[in-house]
């Protein structure tokens, strides 16, 4: 698939799950909600700044990207804020309007901005390839946020092999839906 394609349904079925958190009428509701909100959402952002970027700088300039990267680890610093509270059985509410608020941005800092200048730019085939790729690296990404990948791991166990069989373990002990 087209990684432009692939990478703007992420973003709708994201929009949607908040649009479903929104609409909640029950606890359990809106934290499986929540839980599949941080699981697609660890997935998209890892697989955007591990293959998506560092494509698009090459291909348009590291300009390019430096806002993109920018909102992407605000995403995950609220992902990682947002899966504290949940662990703790802590309020949501704060952390999911402010992880709305910085989605938004990055949905249209990619769709509006990043987007149009690479579908200019590149052949459909890369553009195919890439999808491709993109798919491959989303079906293997951490299921949480890890806010130290992709740019500096502090510890080298945070490598994505590592952390991937630790999430997916993680979220089995848990029974986090979808997992
Ligand atoms: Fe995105």
Redesign the pocket.
Known sequence: MDAIVL??S??RR?RLLFGDYRGATTDRQRRKTADTLVRELSK??SA?ERI?YPFAAQALGQDATAR?HRI?SAIKRHLTVLDGHRRAAQDDAMSMAQLEQDIAE??EE??QKLMPRLRSACEPDVLRQLGSKLERVERGAPTRPHPHKPDQAPNPLLRTPFVTWYDRIRDRVRGRAGS
Do not use: A, R, V
Request: glycine share 0%; proline share 7%; hydrophobic share 25%.
């Open positions: 990478l703007s992420d973003h994201i998209h952002t955007e998506f993109p992407c990055h949905i990619d769709e």
